[in-house]
């Protein structure tokens, strides 16, 4: 299961996440953050928290919103990546491709 929370910062949009973006709900992340780009938040952190798990649909998932922000002149960023993600995405080469923030 997913959880989210949106907050706004100025013209920033942060999305908290909590639980797994996983087959089962890896479109409802791509659309949460498509729909905030249609609403004028091209600029949006992916907040992932402390206890955020993620398969290979979900980086998909995350791959395709970012082609969509960025053709929208937006920024897609993604802070608070567990050791564990971060050591998935440097293997597959992933991390390079992403923009990840502290």
Same mark, same amino acid.
């Given at each position: 299961?997913?959880?989210?929370?949106?907050?706004?910062?100025?013209? @920033?949009?942060?999305?908290?996440?909590?639980?797994?973006?996983?087959?089962?709900?890896?479109?409802?992340?791509?659309?949460?953050?498509?729909?905030?780009?249609?609403?004028?938040? &091209?600029?949006? @952190?992916?907040?992932?928290?402390?206890? &955020?798990?993620?398969?290979?649909?979900?980086?998909?998932?995350?791959?395709?919103?970012?082609?969509? &922000?960025?053709?929208?002149?937006?920024?897609?960023?993604?802070?608070?990546?567990?050791?564990?993600?971060?050591?998935?995405?440097?293997?597959?080469?992933?991390?390079?491709?992403?923009?990840? @923030?502290?």
């Amino acid at each position: 299961m997913l959880e989210s929370k949106i907050e706004i910062d100025n013209d @920033i949009c942060i999305i908290h996440l909590d639980g797994s973006i996983s087959l089962k709900n890896a479109i409802q992340l791509k659309e949460l953050i498509i729909n905030q780009a249609n609403n004028g938040y &091209v600029n949006i @952190i992916l907040d992932f928290g402390d206890n &955020v798990y993620i398969d290979s649909s979900g980086i998909g998932a995350i791959f395709n919103s970012q082609k969509y &922000v960025n053709e929208k002149n937006g920024t897609l960023k993604i802070k608070n990546i567990s050791h564990e993600i971060m050591t998935i995405l440097k293997i597959a080469n992933l991390d390079k491709h992403l923009n990840i @923030i502290p």
